[in-house]
Every structure is written in structure tokens, then in C-alpha cells.
């Protein structure tokens, strides 16, 4: 059985779509982002940050190599990765010391938003009966965010095409897409 790699900007449905993979497929769930929060608060020295801006994601990719070689390639587990520090540029330049992609099923998801304000009710929706950070926020805030969660998603589609990666966008039709790219995962692992 192959790792699965789930990436993507946050709100874009990755958890989910983990969480589905690892009930249908039997693997193990890694939450990534857990890790990058272990590594922030655990070593301050090495100057990492949630964001991702080039600077920060240059600093944090030589542990995430090693977590996904170290557990998807050596631990005797498969596993369903994913997190939005997973970024096409970092899956797409493993280089050969890393040959995870050989028993890997890399995809990103994204969310180009069409309709900010259809997008901003499914927020709200998924808020209301599950903890996330998006709860206590202004719909002024929120729209912000969902800008640029939409710019970023761009930027992660044009990667995702230029290394030949797959990427489902999940802003219209939220589980069509997450069902295309579960689909997608399960044909290939």
C-alpha cells in the first residue's frame, strides 16, 4: 500500500479528505501541521513560523523531508499525510535521496473561490459544529481570509500544473471534489 500526501491551503478540505482515506484505506493519519507546531514551540532556534512564505517553508523543508522518508518509507506503516506545509514545491523537489514519490500518491487540494460569500456560509456551517479557529471570526475577517486562501489556492493549482501534480479544487462543489480526489487516492495506492 502506498503513503498518500494530502496538500493544500488551509480550509480546503485535507483533514476531511484524510480522514476518509484512512477509514477507506486502512492507513495511519499524519496530521503534518502537528509536527510544524511541535517543531515551532519546541525549538525556537530554528526560527520557523505557521506561515508560508518562501523563507519560513525553506526552513521547515528539510524536516518535513525527513518525517515523510523516516514514516512513509521506513517505518513498516503506510500512512495518509497531510497538512498545508505539504506544498507542491516541497513534494515536487524531494530529489532523488528522497524516493517517497515512488510509494507515494501525492495530491493538493485548493479552494479558488468563485463565490466568497457561498464560501463564507460553508464556512460558517462547518464552525458551528466543529472546533475551528474560524468560529470567532468577523465575516469582514472571514472574507479576508477567504481571499486569500483563494490567491494562495491559485498559486498551489499553477504549481500543482507546472510538476504534473494532481490538484482538485474544492471551492464550487466541496464533496464532488473531495470524492474526485478520494477516488483519485484509491485507484493509485
Known sequence: MKNVIIGGPSRSGKSILARRLSESLKLHAMPVDMAVVSLIAGFPELQLTWSNDEASLNRLAPYLRVLLCK???????????????????????????????????????????????????????YA????????????????????????E??????????????????????DAALDAAKKYAESRA
Open 71 to 125: 514514516l512513509g518509507l521506513r517505518s513498516g506503516f503506510s500512512y495518509v499525510f497531510e497538512g498545508n506545509h505539504l506544498t507542491p514545491g516541497l513534494i515536487g523537489n524531494l530529489g532523488p535521496e528522497y524516493p517517497i514519490l515512488e510509494k507515494a500518491v501525492p495530491l493538493f487540494l485548493g479552494a479558488v473561490s468563485a463565490n466568497p460569500n457561498a464560501r463564507l456560509r460553508r464556512m460558517r456551517e
Open 153 to 174: 489556492s491559485r498559486r498551489v493549482k499553477q504549481r500543482c500544473e507546472e510538476l504534473g501534480l494532481a490538484y482538485f479544487d474544492t471551492a464550487d462543489d466541496f
Open 128 to 151: 458551528s459544529s466543529n472546533a475551528c479557529y474560524t468560529k470567532s471570526m468577523s465575516d469582514e475577517d472571514l472574507l479576508k481570509l477567504i481571499a486569500d486562501l483563494s490567491e
